[in-house]
């Protein structure tokens, strides 16, 4: 008989099966909880409604003699002591009351995180910035990381983000307001210099900075935008205005083949050239959808990341079946003028999965411009001249915006000016109700009636 020296008892109060009893939670698996610790004598309170309760207090070490102030908090059981790099009391409290406001307001992760990142520079939040920002496109990636070249060559490629206040931003914008924009030879040194930025440019470069400082307090950098407390300037609100029909076909006529095919493309569907246009293949293109043939622009190629559909004109629909069946060839030349000068190159449509592959015709159109008395012209000019065209053809201007995707109806009522040649027919429209309201009839019941 075998003899055992530990005996197990059944216990059914322990282990919840007595009846009518609840099952009871084994507590051997629960974590011990951490006593809110008491803070020291002579720890100066902050006084903030939360469950977070932060003090201040300066060492007692008399080999210090003028010590700095330290925070002193108890989050998420622990304990957190830091410098508040300053020396000046009333400077401490104020600073302790923001960490304070922040970690009641249940941004307590947040700040511990930026004071992990307290090394990371400027740099490296706008390469990051430009990687990570969703809503902006490829085409406004490549501008804006060619501006922000000036701004990191300005506060220094070591410079830390924390380290970037208000008075800097102000500094640099000062300094682009004097010395940014366009660069020119100066004629006594023969050195490129800046001779100032417009409105627009300054209110751009301020747009950006502030996506930048706040995409950086989403991923942990900073704690505030130091962009928030600068004004922009004012600017009066641009109108736009395109070309109307017969300035268009007398643009046309002066342009040579390839630009032709692209000037058109432009000004009867308002794509923009090098995201929307350049970047159109086979599958945006549906000739057979009811109830008409449509171009659609997927959200990823748009400016504002919105899907859009454009209804093939007569026009449009030719050529596109023209490149998409036996393809276009032009010989381009490199010298835009009427000499014959130049090197020719060849410019196919399709190439690879583009219909209408991207190529500069700035030059090319610009001389076609002057030529055809218009000036200079711009490729998004044509852009402006198909929503110019709509409004011409009494097309409702809610229709207008839908066509041209603009993100709000402000941007499509810069289009439309009060050309007496658009809005005449609203007074003739007047005088042709019924003539029981015309004025000849009012005047003459009055007279009957003396």
């Known amino acids: 008989m075998t003899c055992c020296k530990f005996a197990v008892f059944f216990n059914p109060i322990l282990s919840g099966e007595w009846p009518g009893n609840p099952p009871l939670i084994p507590l051997?698996?629960?974590?011990?909880l951490m006593a809110k610790p008491q803070a020291p004598k002579g720890y100066i309170p902050v006084n903030v409604d939360g469950d977070v309760e932060v003090y201040?207090?300066?060492?007692?070490?008399?080999r210090i003699k003028a010590p700095s102030w330290y925070i002193y908090y108890y989050y998420n059981q622990k304990i957190y002591r830091n410098s508040l790099k300053t020396k000046n009391q009333k400077a401490a409290h104020q600073r302790a009351r923001e960490t304070a406001e922040k970690l009641n307001a249940g941004q307590g992760t947040l700040l511990h995180q930026v004071r992990a990142n307290r090394g990371a520079t400027f740099a490296h939040l706008v390469e990051r910035t430009l990687a990570e920002y969703p809503k902006w496109t490829d085409t406004t990636r490549i501008r804006i990381e060619a501006q922000m070249k000036i701004v990191v060559d300005f506060f220094g490629k070591d410079r830390p983000v924390q380290q970037i206040t208000t008075p800097v931003i102000q500094e640099f914008l000062g300094w682009l307001r004097a010395h940014g924009g366009r660069r020119h030879k100066d004629p006594k040194s023969g050195q490129l210099a800046g001779t100032g930025c417009s409105d627009q440019t300054y209110n751009r470069y301020k747009s950006y900075l502030s996506t930048i400082f706040k995409?950086?307090?989403?991923?942990?950098?900073?704690?505030?935008?130091?962009?928030?407390?600068?004004?922009?300037?004012?600017v009066v609100i641009e109108t736009y205005e395109g070309f109307h029909e017969e300035e268009l076909e007398r643009l046309l006529a002066h342009c040579p083949p390839h630009t032709r095919l692209i000037a058109t493309m432009l000004a009867d569907t308002g794509m923009r050239h090098r995201e929307e246009l350049g970047a159109m293949t086979r599958a945006w293109v549906h000739f057979d959808e009811v109830p008409f043939p449509r171009i659609v622009i997927p959200g990823e190629a748009a400016k504002?990341?919105?899907?859009?559909?454009?209804?093939?004109?007569?026009?449009?629909?030719?050529?596109?079946?023209?490149?998409?069946?036996?393809?276009?060839?032009?010989?381009?030349?490199?010298?835009?003028?009427?000499?014959?000068?130049?090197?020719?190159?060849?410019?196919?449509?399709?190439?690879?999965?583009?219909?209408?592959p991207y190529t500069s015709i700035r030059k090319s159109l610009s001389s076609a411009g002057k030529r055809a008395a218009l000036g200079h012209v711009r490729p998004h000019d044509l852009r402006h001249t198909f929503v110019t065209r709509l409004l011409d053809l009494a097309v409702p201007i809610e229709q207008v915006n839908y066509l041209a995707g603009h993100k709000s109806m402000s941007m499509t009522k810069r289009y439309d000016h009060a050309h007496e040649e658009r809005y005449g027919g609203a007074i003739e429209?007047?005088?042709?109700?019924?003539?029981?309201?015309?004025?000849?009839?009012?005047?003459a019941a009055r007279w009957k009636q003396v």
């Open 429 to 443: 429209a007047l005088d042709n109700v019924a003539k029981r309201n015309s004025a000849e009839v009012i005047a």
């Open 304 to 356: 504002n990341r919105v899907s859009r559909t454009i209804r093939m004109t007569k026009r449009v629909e030719a050529l596109l079946k023209e490149i998409m069946d036996h393809g276009l060839v032009f010989d381009v030349r490199t010298d835009t003028n009427d000499n014959g000068g130049g090197k020719v190159r060849e410019y196919r449509c399709p190439a690879r999965h583009r219909l209408v």
């Open 56 to 62: 201040i207090y300066q060492p007692t070490d008399p």
């Open 215 to 234: 995409f950086g307090i989403r991923c942990g950098y900073n704690t505030i935008n130091p962009v928030e407390q600068i004004e922009a300037a004012p």
């Open 28 to 32: 051997l698996n629960r974590e011990p």
